[in-house]
């Protein structure tokens, strides 16, 4: 393995920096194969280097004509010559390919991101973990502009199709979240031409200028895709038709579907959904002859719905108490709206036996349908992850869903808190239970000790629960019998039970700790756990005191990207007294200090934060050129501000970060 920089090899072979400006393929691949057996680094001379060798090319090419021979990009990407490279050359010679077109973006965790600036914030909950693709997001439609007309280039388009094909981005997700006005005509729709997507995602064209767009892309997607997604989208029915139609799906997503016409929601789509596994809807009027083909025809395995009216949820139970033979669906995940259930929907609940997962959401119900939703659960074999909101959760559920083996993640939630303290009783099932979730429960003493048991628990939430001491049962040497626990989450849970127990010190797996509205004591945070340091990543301490024993601990945390000190109150001590040897300066992607007290010295610390994206701030009694010096010098692309004197000018403030690409928001 080559230990010199990339820079000094490339000054010392000439073959390589006086290249020609109409090189082969064949001298292309030379030199790739080069850089693969020397094992250069990463680093941003090799992308550099890409991106000259791609320039040459193609500047060689638009000069000569379309008649001169291929580009030696284009060639090299006609046989399987990039199939061994390793993925790290592969994402460079994208980077290098985008920073030609002077293109802004990310590349996180596998999924490339097309930016309007340098510095904005990206909406993950585009990207659906249903899909089993790394994506292409493109959240802005001024950028699908400016690239549309870079693929028009044919061998533009190839090469960059090539790219994302060696890269397996297969999702295409086009967003048009700022609502943007869609003028354009003679639209090219060379993105969505491109033939490795496996995947479409279309959301947020609500204006009437999106009708025209999407009744043309309906007639240009292709049929062979596997996934498609349209979310929240103004569209005519006929756009619909040209969407579903000749179309042989593995899933498909519809949330918000807002028709123009006053009609019913196509119903001809049925005859052509027989490879359909995965469908989620959210928000959309479905006629029976669509639920009848899902649940009586169609081999769905993964079944996620969302009913907003009582209309939508209608037409669904209409067809579903017809189902008269077992389905094989896997995932079955359902939210009703807060009218009652027909007592008829849990006993056709039997026929899922072989669910794995199940989750019902916010629905009101009945004291009689406890048995048949009980005895439904129980015919599910092979059931590991169960998921109950309502409003009560009564005592027999709890002497049997605690005791069930099979279950590794059990998230039970009330919507009231229930007035009766329930009986958990685990009857030596200590071993199974990966997760569990509780919320709006009363926990006893017993309970408690019940839980501690739990000897594989990873992730602990007791959200918004009472914990109950009994004088009668001693808890000052209680200890968690797993020793794996990764995330504890006691959310405006009381603490008051935990003052005679040492739980931090004992948890040297914690990731992510979650502590807020707890009415923790000051210096609660120093019993954190010397183990941690190279592990925790998210903190929660939301409404808590501080003082500088918590500080002295928490600069010891080494890769640390969230940290959330909400409504906090430093207790003779200040946020930037974490000083000069904080360990997290590097990792810190989010602070929230909102409606915290900050000074000058806190301002000036922020600094320090190399890699810092997202800062929630409180400004009070600030001067605003010293409060924009020492903003505008901060990585961040996302700053949220709460201005609680009306004595700084918040909005020649925000202007002028927005022209520093720092997305500002005021409260």
């Known amino acids: 393995e080559c230990s010199y920089e990339l820079s000094h090899i490339l000054k010392m072979t000439n073959d390589i920096t006086f290249m020609p400006i109409n090189m082969s393929s064949y001298q292309f691949k030379c030199i790739l194969t080069t850089l693969k057996y020397l ?8 992308v550099k280097l890409f991106q000259a060798l791609i320039f040459y090319d193609f500047v060689y090419h638009l000069n000569n004509g379309s008649k001169s021979k291929p580009l030696f990009l ?37 999924n490339l991101i097309l930016l ?54 297969k999702s295409l997700i086009v967003d048009n979240y700022i609502n943007l006005e869609i003028y354009e005509q003679n639209y090219n729709f060379a993105i969505f031409s ?11 064209f609500t204006n009437q200028s999106s009708l025209g767009f999407l009744d043309k892309l309906g007639s240009v997607i292709r049929n062979d895709l596997e996934f498609l997604c349209l979310m929240n989208l103004q569209i005519s029915r006929n756009a619909i038709s040209l969407f579903l139609n000749q179309k042989r799906l593995k899933g498909l997503v519809l949330r918000n579907l807002i028709q123009i016409e006053d009609i019913d929601f196509i119903q001809d789509y049925t005859d052509c959904s027989k490879k359909l596994e995965y469908i989620e809807f959210k928000n959309v009027i479905l006629k029976d002859t669509w639920w009848n083909y899902f649940l009586q025809v169609a081999n769905v395995r993964k079944i996620i719905l969302y009913f907003c009216t009582l209309l939508q949820q209608k037409n669904f139970m209409k067809e579903f108490v017809k189902i008269v033979s077992d389905k094989d669906v896997l995932y079955f995940e359902i939210n009703f709206s807060f009218s009652g259930i027909s007592v008829d929907f849990f006993p056709y609940l039997l026929y899922f036996r072989s669910l794995r997962t199940l989750k019902i959401y916010t629905y009101k119900n009945d004291s009689k349908n406890d048995p048949f939703l009980l005895e439904a659960i129980k015919n599910m074999k092979m059931l590991d992850h169960l998921v109950l909101q309502k409003i009560f959760i009564g005592r027999v559920f709890y002497n049997y869903l605690f005791q069930k083996s099979e279950i590794k993640v ?16 685990f009857i030596n099932n200590y071993k199974s239970l990966r997760k569990l979730v509780l919320t709006y429960i009363e926990v006893s003493s017993f309970g408690l000790i019940e839980i501690f ?51 931090l010190g004992n948890l040297c797996c914690l990731e992510s700790l979650n502590l807020s509205e707890c009415m923790a004591s000051p210096g609660y945070l120093a019993r954190l756990s010397s183990k941690c340091n190279l592990r925790l990543k998210i903190i929660s301490y939301e409404s808590g005191i501080l003082n500088s024993y918590d500080l002295n601990r928490l600069k010891n945390l080494e890769v640390l990207e969230e ?27 989010k602070l929230d200090l909102w409606l915290v007290d900050i000074d000058i010295e806190d301002l ?64």
């Not at 046989?79 to 002077?102: G, R, S, T, Y």
């Not at 320090?608 to 010098?633: A, D, P, R």
């Open 116 to 169: 309007d600036k340098c510095r904005v914030s990206q909406d993950i909950s585009l990207l659906n973990k249903n899909i089993p693709y790394k994506n292409i997001v493109i959240a802005n439609f001024k950028v699908v502009y400016i690239f549309e007309n870079i693929l028009r280039n044919c061998y533009i388009l190839y090469s960059f199709q090539a790219l994302l094909n060696f890269l397996d981005i």
């Open 453 to 503: 048991k739990l000897e594989n628990l990873i992730d602990l939430t007791l959200d918004f629960c009472v914990l109950h001491k009994t004088l009668m049962i001693p808890l000052q040497h209680l200890n968690f019998m797993s020793k794996k626990i990764v995330t504890l989450d006691l959310n405006n849970t009381n603490l008051e039970i935990f003052d005679e127990i040492d739980i």
């Open 563 to 589: 940290f959330n000190l909400s409504n906090c109150i430093f207790y003779d001590c200040k946020f930037s007294d974490l000083g000069k040897d904080c360990k997290f300066f590097n990792t810190l992607k």
């Open 74 to 110: 284009y060639g090299a990407f006609q046989d399987d010559f990039f199939q061994n490279f390793e993925f790290v050359i592969m994402k460079n010679f994208l980077f290098a390919f985008l920073n030609i077109f002077m293109m802004n973006y990310s590349f996180e965790n596998g």
């Open 604 to 667: 000036k610390y922020f600094i320090n934060f190399k890699n810092l994206e997202k800062l929630y701030l409180k400004l009070s009694g600030l001067n605003i050129y010293t409060i924009k010096k020492h903003l505008v010098t901060l990585p961040v692309y996302f700053l949220s501000i709460i201005n609680t004197d009306n004595q700084t000018p918040t909005k020649y403030l925000f202007n002028y970060l927005y022209e520093e690409s720092i997305m500002a928001l005021s409260i």
């Open 194 to 204: 491109i033939k490795t997507f496996k995947s479409i995602s279309i959301s947020n």
């Open 410 to 425: 059990l998230h039970l939630k009330n919507i009231f808190f229930n007035p009766e303290t329930p009986f958990l009783y």
């Open 39 to 46: 094992k250069a680094v990463e680093n941003k001379n090799m």
